[in-house]
């Protein structure tokens, strides 16, 4: 199968100067007339072809300049359109497909969810709706028109700004919308429907007004208000921080039930997986609403990250994704609690992003080939995109990023451009030289950093040394040094910042060492006391750190830190080296248990921290973290099993005192998504969680919470935190939140999650039984990730069970699943990513079932690469 490359980029012969299409919808089919103006570039050698991409098109007819074209003049089949010789000049291409979106389970380019037509295009969509040269550097104009039956599609959208509208015979009806801004295909998007709406308005700073819509399934729109509060909050922060403004009369958002991601930035008219719209206290937990904020934030944001200025090809995706992540994480932290946000981050960089980098599937943020683009929507490409542009902005400092940012708005503004092009902004900005710091974007692989240090009471001098490797990735045998940001800060016994009166040997920056050699060894003078170093605070580098510290220099870190991040962090090393090595076969010694018990409680009791802070730092490392941190040869059994005798240590003496606690925290006012009090619904669930895991009452507590909870952050985390520890209540809590909710499929999905995630014995049978039922909703994304998607990444016992019954389950399911949508098959297959890190009972296991998938079936190009890439 073919590999695309970097290195073979080059131009389109061809550009298009304008779009126009005719969408022709009826129940059945839907007609796609597309007029493209296109002119040959000025060295463009004439009788060049003109090669349009399709996919799964079939041409019913072509005219080039008002004339049919001769058989002999081009050449169509399903996946390409080619232009024999076209003439020299500027001229018009008419082309006309008909498409049945009914049967589109792909979910790529124009299909029906629920009844209402819809499109994605990004990345290669669009060649699914017309021929075209169907890349991100190409850039047009597009007019839409639209025609649809007034019952079935009374509401009809696409990109930009409607112009015209009105009544056709046949009670049909139709819509044109034009999008003065150029753009590349997959911002394409049109929706018709029979959807309900809510609308407001938003003055930008300039003063224009923008009319907002929010469209919906009949009966939902009451619960899209969240969403629109939280888009008017997007579109004002970007003007207060980033200084850019929304440039259409018009932004709307449609939700739908059937979306392989969780949303999309099309021009104006933004498409949603309905699970990141709908929120109301009954069915949306507190998760769900700060996703809600967060992706709405995202999307919006990607107008001027994204849109104005997109990618040259999709090897750049994360020049969009991860500064567009960024730009959301900072949304976040700004409107709620930088610290939470920061430490929520770096837990998920360290459960996804981690992992993936450092197994078979890990690639450079700015990959150099691929087979299937759809393969690289990973973490890598967002969240690693995202920590690199943060460390910029910490090399930078607050002016300095802002600078060089609209800088990047200033130059960059209408282009379709390059990790390279961003580099340059910020190095003309700053007059720093880049060139080393690009390495994040082109190579693969978490450094690891080293630290030791030592300290001479009689030349009062400390010296601290700090050394850097990367692990060979695929594809990667060498690495060069990276040039990595370490924030850091010296504490004295007494707890208060320690003070130097000079420092040689390395680059310090104010509080920021520059750490750009394999090593580097800093000599600090004047220095009173031996200090403990607190390093990479606020994770200024997504590094893994080996900081050598005791288990009494993490938990002093863990009180006396003024960095609630590395705070946070302390206590997590602290647990996560207790699991890991009685997982190993040693035991921790009481005095272990106690001093961290006593960290807990001293956390827990500070009055000056926040109950979300409080919820993170007593949250003990889930076993998957465990599992990465021990590295290879990883027993999940025993994992479980260090991690529950853990927590069983912890919460003993101190049960009583939990419960209290727990008991204090309920919260007797009206349910509110705010942060305050989904702060203190996580701590008080984070209680449950530890005395259901570590004590005997703690099964209870959680049924009689279940039954008692008026919202569904409650409700959930009891019935989750049951399920997960598989109390003897956990099967009614299930079987009961199952019928209460039944008819709501985004509540089914929390069912499915919780469900997937059980360790017992027989969940499999459970989750076969769940699928096999005939109402399951098999083409649904949603339904099949909430299932196989939370089993593979979050139950790690039962997916790698040594008799491979975990795993055999799961390549059965994809079999099913890529016949339907290859991209969910392919993305739940990347589960297996684990393999290399188990014991070789497990591991051997899951290659044999990946193997028989490989010999037995014929794959789609998306699971055929995870496979091939896994295996390798
Ligand atoms: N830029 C969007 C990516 C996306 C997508 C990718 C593949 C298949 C379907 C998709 N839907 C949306 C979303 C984002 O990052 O904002
Ligand atoms: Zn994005």
Same mark, same amino acid.
Not at 46 to 59: A, N
Not at 402 to 422: C, S, V
């Given at each position: 199968e073919q590999t695309i490359y970097l290195k073979d980029y080059a131009p389109t012969p061809y550009r298009i100067v304008s779009v126009e299409l005719d969408f022709r919808i009826l129940e059945e089919r839907t007609r796609v007339r597309a007029q493209l103006t296109v002119e040959p570039r000025p &060295?463009?050698?004439? =009788?060049?072809?003109?090669?349009?991409?399709? &996919?799964?098109?079939?041409?019913?007819?072509?005219?080039? &300049?008002?004339?049919?074209?001769? @058989?002999?003049?081009?050449?169509?089949?399903?996946?390409?359109?080619?232009?024999?010789?076209?003439?020299?000049r500027r001229f018009v291409l008419e082309t006309e497909v008909t498409l049945e979106p009914a049967s589109n389970t792909k979910l790529m380019g124009l299909y029906r969810s629920s009844g209402t037509w819809c499109t994605q295009c990004e990345p290669e969509g669009f060649r699914r709706i017309t021929y075209y040269l169907d890349r991100p550097d190409v850039l047009a104009p597009f007019k839409v028109r639209m025609s649809a039956p007034k019952a079935l599609a009374p509401v009809l959208l696409a990109n930009g700004n409607l112009v015209d509208k009105g009544e056709l015979g046949d009670d049909l009806h139709f819509a044109v919308w034009e999008d003065p801004f150029l753009k590349p295909a997959y911002l394409f998007a049109l929706v018709a429907g029979d959807l309900g709406s809510i609308t407001d308005s938003f003055t930008t700073m300039s003063g224009r007004k923008v009319e907002l819509g929010i469209y919906c399934t009949h009966g939902k729109e009451s619960e899209c208000f969240y969403a629109m509060d939280s888009l008017k909050r997007s579109m004002a922060w970007d003007e207060r921080r980033f200084g850019r403004e929304y440039d259409l009369d018009v932004f709307n958002i449609v939700a739908v039930s059937d979306f392989n991601f969780g949303a999309m930035e099309n021009k104006g008219l933004n498409i949603f997986n309905d699970r990141l719209v709908f929120a109301k206290p009954e069915t949306a937990t507190d998760a769900n609403y700060h996703g809600i904020e967060r992706v709405i934030a995202h999307e919006y944001f990607h107008n001027w990250t994204g849109n104005r200025i997109t990618c040259r090809d999709w090897f750049q995706l994360c020049l969009k994704e991860g500064l567009t992540v960024f730009r959301d994480q900072e949304f976040t932290s700004d409107e709620r609690s930088r610290p939470v946000q920061r430490i929520h981050d770096v837990q998920n960089l360290r459960t996804s992003q981690f992992p993936e980098d450092g197994g078979p599937l890990a690639?450079?943020?700015?990959?150099?080939?691929?087979?299937?683009? *759809? *393969?690289?929507?990973?973490?890598?490409?967002?969240?690693? #995109?995202?920590? %690199?542009?943060?460390?910029?902005?910490?090399?930078?400092?607050?002016?300095?990023?802002?600078?060089?940012?609209?800088?990047?708005?200033?130059?960059?503004? =209408?282009?379709?451009?390059? %990790?390279?092009?961003? %580099?340059?902004?910020?190095?003309?900005?700053? =007059?720093?030289?880049?060139?080393?710091?690009?390495?994040?974007?082109?190579?693969?692989?978490?450094?690891?950093?080293?630290?030791?240090?030592?300290?001479?009471?009689?030349?009062?001098?400390?010296?601290?040394t700090l050394t850097q490797k990367v692990d060979p990735t695929p594809g990667e045998p060498t690495k060069k040094p990276l040039l990595i940001p370490v924030r850091f800060g010296l504490i004295g016994p007494n707890g208060s910042p320690v003070g130097w009166n000079g420092v040689s040997g390395g680059t310090v920056e104010g509080d920021l060492i520059v750490l750009d050699s394999e090593s580097v060894t800093l000599t600090f003078t004047g220095v009173a006391n031996k200090p403990v170093p607190s390093?990479?605070? =606020?994770?200024?580098?997504?590094?893994?750190?080996?900081?050598?510290?005791?288990?009494?220099? @993490?938990?002093?870190?863990?009180?006396?830190?003024?960095?609630?991040? *590395?705070?946070?962090?302390?206590?997590?090393?602290?647990?996560?080296?207790? %699991?890991?090595?009685?997982?190993? #076969?040693?035991t921790w010694s009481a005095t272990d248990a106690d001093a961290l018990r006593q960290a807990l409680v001293d956390t827990l009791e500070n009055p000056d921290l926040d109950d979300a802070f409080k919820a993170q730092a007593i949250d003990i490392p889930a076993e998957t973290v465990v599992g990465r941190h021990i590295g290879k040869d990883v027993d999940p059994d025993a994992v479980a099993e260090a991690r529950k005798a853990l927590v069983t240590a912890l919460v003993g003496p101190i049960a009583e005192k939990l419960t209290a606690l727990y008991r204090d925290l309920a919260i007797s006012v009206p349910y509110s998504p705010d942060a305050n009090q989904a702060g203190r619904r996580s701590l008080r669930n984070g209680l449950l969680a530890l005395l259901v895991a570590g004590s005997d009452q703690g099964a209870g507590l959680a049924a009689e919470q279940y039954s008692g909870a008026t919202n569904m952050t409650d409700r959930y985390a009891a019935m989750a935190i049951s399920a997960r520890n598989w109390t003897s209540e956990a099967p009614a809590l299930l079987g009961d939140f199952r019928t209460r909710f039944a008819g709501d499929p985004l509540v089914f999905d929390k069912w499915l999650t919780a469900s997937a995630q059980a360790p017992d014995g027989g969940v499999i049978e459970r989750m076969r039984a769940t699928l096999a039922a005939p109402d399951f909703p098999r083409t649904n994304p949603n339904r099949l990730r909430s299932l196989l998607g939370s089993f593979v990444m979050t139950n790690p016992v039962q997916f790698t069970r040594t008799d491979g019954l975990g795993f055999r389950f799961i390549t059965e399911a994809v079999v099913d699943i890529d016949k339907v949508n290859p991209q969910v098959a392919s993305r739940i297959l990347t589960g297996f990513r684990i393999l290399p890190t188990l014991e070789a009972a497990r591991r051997n296991a899951g290659l044999e079932a990946l193997q028989a998938l490989k010999d037995q079936h014929k794959l789609s190009r998306n699971v055929g690469e995870i496979l091939d890439r896994i295996l390798a």
């Open positions: &060295d463009t050698a004439p =009788g060049t072809p003109l090669v349009l991409d399709g &996919d799964d098109l079939k041409l019913d007819s072509i005219a080039l &300049d008002g004339a049919p074209l001769v @058989l002999s003049a081009y050449a169509a089949d399903a996946n390409s359109l080619t232009l024999v010789e076209p003439p020299h690639h450079p943020p700015r990959p150099d080939s691929f087979r299937e683009i *759809n *393969n690289f929507y990973t973490t890598t490409v967002y969240e690693k #995109g995202a920590e %690199i542009v943060r460390m910029l902005a910490t090399l930078l400092g607050e002016a300095g990023f802002r600078k060089a940012m609209d800088l990047y708005f200033e130059r960059h503004d =209408g282009d379709a451009t390059t %990790i390279e092009a961003f %580099i340059k902004v910020f190095e003309d900005a700053s =007059g720093r030289d880049l060139s080393q710091f690009a390495t994040w974007y082109l190579q693969a692989g978490t450094p690891q950093v080293g630290v030791s240090d030592s300290y001479d009471a009689a030349s009062q001098t400390y010296t601290l390093l990479f605070r =606020g994770f200024s580098a997504p590094v893994k750190v080996e900081s050598g510290l005791s288990q009494d220099d @993490l938990l002093f870190l863990a009180r006396h830190d003024s960095d609630p991040f *590395n705070r946070w962090d302390a206590l997590q090393s602290a647990a996560t080296t207790l %699991i890991a090595s009685a997982a190993q #076969g040693s």
